[in-house]
């Protein structure tokens, strides 16, 4: 995922002109932290981890970014996730830089008592470098508010009480209304524009979603909501479709129960991977990076792809996906709804003020819409796609940030 992250990057520099110097000091991490995690397993013995927090860039603020407890999880993985987290916030343009990070771990594997015992102890491990003006975890693949609610007690009891040094908390523990479905309905509000500009609309629209966790659930209902029909989803453990429409709330109760798709029976079961190539209009990958590569891209059928994941498009996919007209929405557009809802929460700690839903929906319609013209104009004027038209944005706005905080001039930063 490192490589794919620095192509892109790259590819960006290459249209804003920017010199060896500029690219080093931009795509090198400010810092990476790497901590032993041993805790108390159920069985009495011990239970031993490594966790991980990478702090990309902090030139437009706080780094800002989310952990992840996943087996995949590592330096490179982190690094390359921090990095896209630094370009996401600058593309939605609220005042943080990028990190990420994580444990590796199967949480499957492990008890909630167990996986309470990492969290404190990551935390305890990581304390002197995160914080409501340093870096702010939040959600990510197999974390949730409950564990945010952990992260903010522990790191409450060494510096008092910090809501906000986590996003995505419970809401009766200072968490803001709309995070949790914020990440799934600024997939909707993208798509929602990108469906305008292939000239499509919502109505009777077929689409195949791949993961039904945080994002995958929350965008397939609003976008069901809005009157498509999601006619394929495909997870971990299996894939459920139905041509006329699966009922979204029904299947969500189904996986609260079960973790899983599989089983569901208000559609037919199918092989879960054959979920990126199924006949549709709209492919929303919401689950882990790296799944839309050379070998899959060309059967691809959507028109369009919403990347709801980080990093679910490989290079050489999305060339495929240019070249057969297939628009895709960006990782760092698609899915910048969390972490902007996750600003607001964060603003409603530090000022212990709370914000209306319909506010949140409605800055979070705005800040969208803005950030979709943002790159759509870009896209235009620079006649690249939209994922490149982001990177410029979101790189163009840090280089300015990290130019005007030091003594370097724009001509020394393109000079080396
Ligand atoms: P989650 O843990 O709630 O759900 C993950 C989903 O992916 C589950 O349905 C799981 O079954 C599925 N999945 C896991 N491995 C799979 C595989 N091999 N094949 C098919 N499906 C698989 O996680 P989430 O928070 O919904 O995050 C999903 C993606 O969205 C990640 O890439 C994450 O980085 C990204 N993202 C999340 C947020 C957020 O606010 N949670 C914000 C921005 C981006």
């Given amino acids: 995922m490192l490589e794919e992250s620095k192509y892109y990057f790259n590819k960006a520099a290459e249209v804003l002109e920017l010199q060896t110097l500029g690219r080093k000091i931009l795509e090198t991490p400010f810092r990476v932290v790497k901590v032993e995690i041993v805790t108390d397993a159920d069985d009495g013995t011990f239970n031993h981890h490594i966790g991980f927090r990478v702090q990309h860039d902090n030139s437009r603020g706080p780094m800002k970014g989310g952990l992840r407890y996943h087996p995949s999880v590592d330096e490179y993985e982190a690094e390359a996730l921090a990095s896209l987290m630094t370009w996401k916030t600058a593309v939605v343009n609220i005042p943080y830089g990028g990190a990420k990070g994580g444990v590796n771990c199967d949480p499957e594997k492990l008890s909630e008592k167990e996986l309470h015992d990492i969290t404190r102890t990551f935390v305890g491990h990581i304390k002197e470098v995160i914080g409501p003006k340093l870096d702010i975890p939040a959600p990510d693949v197999n974390t949730n508010a409950k564990i945010m609610g952990w992260i903010m007690d522990e790191y409450s009891q060494h510096y008092g009480f910090s809501p906000g040094v986590v996003t995505g908390k419970p809401l009766h523990l200072f968490g803001s209304e709309g995070r949790e479905e ?24 077929r689409v195949a979603v791949q993961g039904f966790g945080n994002v995958g659930s929350h965008a397939s209902r609003l976008i069901a909501e809005k009157g498509a029909k999601i006619v394929a989803v495909g997870d971990h453990k299996g894939g459920v479709q139905n041509p006329e429409g699966l009922d979204v709330e029904k299947l969500g109760e189904w996986v609260k129960k079960n973790r899983t798709v599989a089983g569901f029976d ?15 209009d709209v492919l929303i990958p919401a689950a882990l990076g790296g799944v839309l590569t050379k070998e899959n891209a060309k059967d691809v059928r959507a028109k369009i792809v919403v990347e709801a994941a980080n990093g679910p498009t490989t290079p050489e996919a999305d060339e495929i996906f240019f070249k057969k007209d297939i628009l895709v929405i960006p990782d760092i557009l698609a899915n910048a709804g969390g972490v902007t809802v996750s600003y607001f929460e964060w603003a409603q ?3 212990q003020f709370r914000w209306e839903l319909e506010r949140i929906k409605n800055e979070l319609y705005q800040t969208m819409t803005k950030a979709y013209n943002d790159v759509a104009d ?29 003594h370097m001039s724009s001509a020394q930063f393109d000079e080396y």
């Fill in 378 to 406: 870009i896209a235009k004027s620079k006649n690249v796609d939209m994922r490149t038209a982001a990177f410029v944005l979101g790189i163009g706005r840090v280089a300015r940030a990290t130019m005007s905080r030091t």
């Fill in 349 to 351: 700690n530090i000022q």
């Fill in 182 to 205: 914020a990440t799934g309905r600024g997939v909707m509000i993208a798509l929602e524009h990108a469906l305008k500009d292939k000239k499509m609309s919502f109505e009777g629209l």
């Fill in 266 to 280: 208000g559609g037919d079961a199918f092989e879960s991977t054959e979920v990126l190539t199924w006949d549709c």
